[in-house]
């Protein structure tokens, strides 16, 4: 079954204390992006890699730190968290696009909800 | 810069009614458009899609979204709703060159669905 999957799916956790999101697909595709959700303000964009070895950032990148060492897994790393980062995150894959691949779809995780206190 | 806005955060309507979700986009070039589903505790789910073409676009569960470039526009209809699609609704835009760019998403119309 093609799939996202990330872990945890929840998580409590003080201030400072480093935690990794691990997410990791199946479908072998080149792109990943992660994602926070908030009430009111939607979807936000906090990292995306278009390919291995290659990552840039989001919207909100403060304070997150990602990597793409492998095709199928797009860690996010919040080295020292913050109670504003509580938050919904999800991370996202598709393949790569471009002027005859018309596919942007995106294949979500289920979410892994952090709370910071 | 792009945009998409949602005007409606809460919309409630009968079961068996019909709904109209509505979107606006902001966005320089021809966009992709997109509309996504987030049942409680789900992660989001592709209803439809609108690339380039017929204007009126078919998707999953019986919805349907009509793209309007005069208006740019991109609302989403279903002519009798179930209990069952009540959830968390999302439009989003995208490029229409999938280079480094990403999809821009609204920020959410929750659906509540009355017996």
């Known amino acids: 079954e093609a799939q996202v999957t990330q872990n945890p799916r929840y998580l409590i956790t003080v201030t400072g204390k480093k935690l990794t999101v691990t997410c990791s697909q199946n479908m072998n595709h080149e792109y990943m992006s992660w994602y926070r959700q908030d009430p009111g303000l939607g979807l936000r964009q906090i990292y995306y890699s278009m390919n291995v070895e290659v990552t840039d950032k989001g919207d909100v990148p403060e304070g997150y730190k990602v990597s793409r060492k492998e095709k199928r897994n797009f860690p996010l790393i919040l080295e020292s968290p913050s109670p504003n980062q509580t938050s919904l995150y999800f991370c996202a894959s598709r393949r790569k696009g471009g002027e005859r691949v018309k596919t942007g779809e995106l294949f979500f995780g289920e979410g892994s909800r952090l709370t910071v206190l | 810069a792009q945009s998409v806005t949602q005007p409606d955060i809460h919309i409630t309507v009968s079961e068996g009614a019909s709904l109209e979700l509505r979107c606006n986009y902001s966005?320089?070039?021809?966009?992709?458009l997109f509309w996504y589903v987030q049942s409680p505790g789900q992660g989001l789910q592709l209803l439809l899609k609108y690339f380039s073409g017929d204007t009126l676009v078919q998707g999953i569960k019986g919805f349907e979204a009509e793209f309007k470039r005069s208006q740019s526009s991109f609302n989403l209809r279903k002519p009798s709703v179930h209990w069952s699609d009540a959830a968390e609704y999302f439009c989003?835009?995208?490029?229409?060159?999938?280079?480094?760019?990403?999809?821009?998403f609204g920020t959410g119309t929750r659906l509540t669905i009355i017996p």
């Open positions: 966005y320089g070039a021809t966009p992709y």
């Open positions: 989003a835009v995208g490029p229409s060159n999938f280079g480094n760019e990403k999809l821009t």
